[in-house]
Nanobody, 125 residues
Framework: QVQLVESGGGLVQAGGSLRLSCEASGRPFSSYNTGWFRQAPGKEREAVAYIRKDGVTTYYADSVKGRFTISRDNAKNAVYLQMNSLRPEDTAVYYC??????????????????WGQGTQVTVSS
């Protein structure tokens, strides 16, 4: 198993930047594909970004392409989400997720096995 802890959320003005971190403990982090999801009040959890265990393959939701960048450092057991040009509609609780399996659509939250507790991101207009 792996335990995930997110950090780096906060309040930022529109157009600003934040960098979220997710630190993992437990089994070797290099065994896990990882992703970021978010959930706004009254809305379903939605996929934001994905990075494969090798750190090479990445995918992004259309709404964040060109603004957000996912990366990972297996030596530090961490995955990051750099968020630039933030918009009020990016306001949500952001969750880190991990799974060992591959070949399953990354954007389906039901396909992920491990979740962090979430970190709040609020973007003011």
């Amino acid at each position: 198993q792996v335990q995930l802890v997110e950090s780096g959320g906060g309040l930022v003005q529109a157009g600003g930047s934040l960098r979220l971190s997710c630190e993992a403990s437990g089994r070797p982090f290099s065994s896990y594909n990882t992703g970021w999801f978010r959930q706004a009040p009254g809305k379903e959890r939605e996929a934001v970004a994905y990075i494969r265990k090798d750190g090479v393959t990445t995918y992004y939701a259309d709404s964040v392409k060109g603004r957000f960048t996912i990366s990972r450092d297996n030596a530090k057991n961490a995955v990051y989400l750099q968020m630039n040009s933030l918009r009020p509609e990016d306001t949500a609780v952001y969750y880190c997720a991990a799974r060992e399996r591959s070949g399953i659509p990354w954007y389906k939250s039901s396909a992920w096995d491990y979740w962090g507790q979430g970190t709040q991101v609020t973007v003011s207009s």
